[in-house]
């Protein structure tokens, strides 16, 4: 068994909240770039600019996706349980453990073990929704038994 739904959570968001963290100091460090550019008269470097606007642009929707995950964890009931599988569930399967939330990919909790955090837009997902423990999926070929919904 996996750590609690809380624990898990809570680990997604530090994920997210280090994304967010990341992406903003990478456009605080690409803003003061593009200021200090700015400052000489040398125009070799427009070519430069142009780099930074764009790295600037990416990171800026880097971090707006990553706010947007933030809020959407944030709609996650830590309390609810629920056969079926849905939005906020953790499934045990045959081969892995799913935490169906955000698409962060492989979480490592604090005691060793492994949970894929996927979004509801994950092709898996729509295999294994509105299924309960004891029901079966086939996925990339390969079926997979549904051993607990948490």
């Given at each position: 068994m996996i750590a609690s739904k809380e624990e898990?959570?809570?680990k997604c968001l530090d994920t997210v909240?280090?994304?967010i963290k990341k992406y903003q100091n990478e456009m605080d460090q690409i803003k003061e770039s593009m200021e200090n550019n700015d400052a000489h008269t040398d125009y070799d470097e427009d070519d430069s600019k142009g780099q930074l606007l764009g790295d600037f642009e990416k990171y800026a929707e880097y971090l707006d996706n990553s706010?947007?995950?933030?809020?959407?964890?944030?709609r996650i009931d830590k309390t609810?349980?629920?056969e079926v599988?849905?939005?906020g569930s953790v499934v045990e399967t045959s081969d892995n453990y799913y935490f169906i939330s955000v698409a962060l990919g492989k979480i490592t909790l604090d005691e060793g073990s492994t949970v894929y955090a996927?979004?509801?837009d994950a092709p898996i997902f729509k295999e294994m929704k509105g299924k309960?423990?004891?029901?079966?999926f086939s996925f990339n070929d390969k079926e997979?038994?549904?051993k607990e919904v948490h």
């Open positions: 898990l959570y809570l909240d280090r994304q706010r947007k995950m933030k809020e959407k964890l944030s609810h349980y629920s599988i849905d939005f996927i979004s509801t309960k423990a004891g029901d079966k997979q038994e549904i």
